[in-house]
């Protein structure tokens, strides 16, 4: 059983910044990529920024947070994080949580998904 809980959403105002965590936790064998995905009402589900577990830590961002966002993880913690400086009101959505893993049980990796945090920039 693994777990992907994410915290750091609310409401900021435009121009503002704000934080996002997310620790994946359970029987983690290893993990290719974390990541994050938005939803914004009527809208489909769609990727903001992922980030790799190589050394490198390649990084791939939507064209429209290029620049404001930070991606970035902590690998001994199985954690990913979401830096959103100049935030604007069209970047209003449920934030999701994303990894690709293989945990106990498999023999591949799988997608994993959290619950998602609301991040509303208003003002």
């Known amino acids: 059983q693994v777990q992907l809980v994410e915290s750091g959403g609310g409401l900021v105002q435009p121009g503002g910044s704000l934080r996002l965590s997310c620790v994946a936790s359970g029987t983690i064998f290893s993990t290719n990529a974390m990541g994050w995905y938005r939803q914004a009402p009527g809208k489909q589900r769609e990727l903001v920024a992922v980030?790799?577990?190589?050394?490198?830590?390649?990084?791939n961002y939507s064209d429209s947070v290029k620049g404001r966002f930070t991606v970035s993880r902590d690998g001994a913690k199985n954690t990913v994080y979401l830096q959103m400086n100049s935030l604007k009101p069209e970047d209003t959505a449920v934030y999701y949580c994303?990894?690709?893993?293989?945990?106990?049980?498999?023999?591949?990796?799988?997608?994993?998904w959290g619950q998602g945090t609301q991040v509303t920039v208003s003002s």
């Open positions: 980030i790799t577990s190589t050394s490198t830590g390649a990084t």
């Open positions: 994303y990894a690709e893993m293989r945990i106990g049980g498999t023999i591949r990796p799988y997608d994993y």
